[in-house]
């Protein structure tokens, strides 16, 4: 059974640090793996999504990588602003049955 | 396109009681999925649904948590009768294939008290 596992439970830094949120799964036949944010209230938002071919995505200050094998992302956010506080979740997809989450990381971002 | 909607956006309701969310998918959407989410489980899946058509509802806790999708623009998650425990938020999602990005709507703020 897939299990996706995020570190750190929350992480704080000071505005400007770059940063990095780790994700590893346990099944690395998955089609694909997505980011999301979630603001306080509110629901998930995609950030990227990563194809089980590709080893990147990048969108503004969010880098995204994935090792399939290794069964571990990464989410790189550069020159961090405190608008990027909220909690990233990530997400494996997998042939038979829908998106499995981890629990998240939060982020504080403070100014 | 106005995203996936859900209704209502909060309830409290007493325990005993029965609850109906409902879902409004994107349009074109042939997915959709109930997850629910608590500070100590995180995000779990109920249920999806693939052209209308229940493909997993390993999720669904108990008897007393039905789905239904009647049709392509509408589905609705019942909690009958409703216990304190199944205090959550319920996240309604909706995408079109398997490989592609999922949309979530706003959620249903649920307290049963």
């Known amino acids: 059974k897939q299990e996706v596992t995020q570190i750190p439970a929350a992480l704080s830094v000071p505005e400007g640090e770059n940063l990095v949120l780790n994700c590893s799964f346990t099944?690395?036949?998955?089609?694909?793996l997505q980011w999301f944010r979630q603001d306080p209230g509110k629901g998930l938002t995609s950030l990227l999504l990563i194809q089980s071919s590709q080893r990147e995505q990048t969108s503004g200050r969010l880098n995204a990588s994935l090792d399939k094998s290794s069964g571990r992302s990464t989410l790189y956010i550069a020159a961090s602003q405190p608008g990027d506080s909220a909690t990233y979740l990530c997400a494996v997809n997998q042939a038979g049955t829908a998106l499995i989450f981890g629990k998240g990381t939060t982020l504080s971002v403070s100014s | 396109d106005a995203g996936v909607i859900q209704s209502p956006r909060h309830e409290v309701t007493e325990m005993g009681q029965e609850v109906t969310l409902r879902c409004k998918p994107i349009s074109g959407h042939n997915s959709l999925f109930w997850y629910r989410q608590t500070m100590m489980r995180g995000l779990e899946l109920l249920i999806y649904?693939?052209?209308?058509?229940?493909?997993?509802d390993s999720g669904m806790p108990e008897d007393r948590f039905s789905a239904k999708m009647p049709n392509a623009s509408f589905s609705t998650l019942k909690i009958q009768p409703s216990e304190p425990r199944d205090s959550a938020v319920y996240f309604c999602?909706?995408?079109?294939?398997?490989?592609?990005?999922?949309?979530f709507g706003e959620g249903s703020w649920l307290t049963v008290v």
């Open positions: 099944d690395s036949a998955i089609y694909n």
């Open positions: 649904f693939n052209n209308n058509v229940p493909i997993d």
């Open positions: 999602a909706s995408t079109w294939g398997q490989r592609n990005t999922i949309y």
